[in-house]
């Protein structure tokens, strides 16, 4: 599967709008997942592997849409915070650094030099 892999790259916005119906259902009865997989994934797979470029397993794709929702009901800071997750970019070369908690906004790869300090 490709690194950053977004749900509106393989579901549609039906499919999308049906997975969070189920979602507000079953959040936290360890069902949800299962239930993606019968009713949205697996009846749909042929069209999710050739929109991802590869064969997927159900099963994982089901859980990757529960770990989207569970991230998004997280509470995210309010400004002024020391740490947010977010995309991170090298604030020096432009260079990606993925996808989790940014501390302080100072995103720096492993080549760039540190920031002079005053």
Request: glycine letters at 6%; charged letters at 25%; aromatic letters at 8%.
């Amino acid at each position: 599967m490709k690194n950053h892999v977004t749900l509106p790259q393989f579901l549609t916005e039906a499919e999308i709008e049906q997975a969070l119906v189920l979602w507000r259902e079953l959040r936290g009865t360890g069902r949800f997942a299962a239930e993606v997989e019968r009713q949205i994934v697996a009846p749909n797979l042929a069209r999710i592997d050739r929109a991802l470029g590869q064969a997927n397993n159900a099963r994982y794709l089901a859980y990757l849409i529960e770990y989207v929702f569970t991230e998004a009901d997280q509470p995210q800071p309010e400004p002024g915070h020391l740490w947010e997750v977010a995309e991170d970019v090298c604030e020096t070369c432009g260079k990606h650094l993925g996808y989790g908690v940014r501390f302080l906004h100072l995103g720096r790869c492993e080549t760039c030099p540190p920031p002079k300090t005053h």
